[in-house]
């Protein structure tokens, strides 16, 4: 189906471990974002790509590493995972956001450090 | 900086009644303001967007939201709630080229 895609769904994982999460879109959208969500924070902003190959950091991008080699993918790394990395990771993609348009979300990954 | 706030944690409503999701903003020059919804275990789904022309927006599954430039407002209403809209919802306004600034959300519960 068309539209934003993650995986995994849910992970949980050991503190200092690497995790990659993916993020997929079949739009061509230029722009794509990392977001994570927590109770009491809402949602911030990790990192975002204007384009391929063009990335930028957010509110809160320490620990995380981004690429975007191919206009639809825009998988999110965390290194060195740490307990204060758990929380609800959401990916979305925009046509033009600069220009108005909306941002489409994909349906989150569960992340869990232990 | 641009932001919004939702006044409102919570939002109880009956079932056939009216319901009115509040936000307000602050913002230097024109704004780009959205509505967000989010189901349990789900991601954020798209609801509308004021861009600019008509103060009433229509969006998605019945909701529609007013802006109102003087009040710095863009509440979101629907004439008739159902218990299916019973989530969380998110005003957004974009903060720059890159960035949504969202509100804390409200939790909205439509009772039968």
């Known amino acids: 189906d068309a539209g934003i895609t993650q995986s995994p769904r849910y992970k949980i994982t050991e503190t200092g471990r690497q995790v990659t999460l993916m993020c997929h879109q079949t739009?061509?959208?230029?722009?794509m974002f990392w977001y994570r969500q927590d109770l009491g924070h809402g949602l911030r902003l990790i990192y975002y790509s204007a384009a391929a190959d063009i990335t930028d950091k957010g509110e809160v991008p320490d620990g995380y590493v981004v690429s975007r080699s191919k206009t639809e993918n825009f998988p999110l790394t965390l290194e060195s995972a740490t307990r204060s990395q758990t929380s609800v990771y959401f990916c979305?993609?925009?046509?033009?956001?600069?220009?108005?348009?909306?941002?489409?979300f994909g349906p989150g990954t569960r992340l869990t450090v232990t | 900086a641009q932001s919004v706030a939702q006044p409102e944690d919570q939002v109880n409503v009956a079932e056939g009644n009216p319901l009115t999701v509040k936000c307000t903003y602050s913002v230097s020059g024109n704004p780009y303001l959205f509505w967000y919804v989010q189901y349990p275990n789900r991601g954020l789904q798209f609801l509308l967007k004021?861009?600019?022309?008509?103060?009433l927006v229509k969006g998605s599954y019945g909701f529609e939201a007013e802006f109102n430039k003087s009040q710095t407002s863009f509440h979101l209403k629907k004439p008739s709630a159902l218990v299916s809209d019973s989530a969380l919802y998110f005003c957004?306004?974009?903060?720059?080229?890159?960035?949504?600034?969202f509100g804390a959300g409200t939790t909205v519960t439509v009772r039968a």
């Open positions: 957004a306004v974009r903060a720059n080229d890159y960035k949504l600034s």
């Open positions: 979305a993609s925009s046509e033009s956001f600069r220009k108005g348009y909306e941002q489409y």
């Open positions: 004021y861009i600019t022309g008509d103060n």
């Open positions: 739009w061509s959208h230029s722009y």
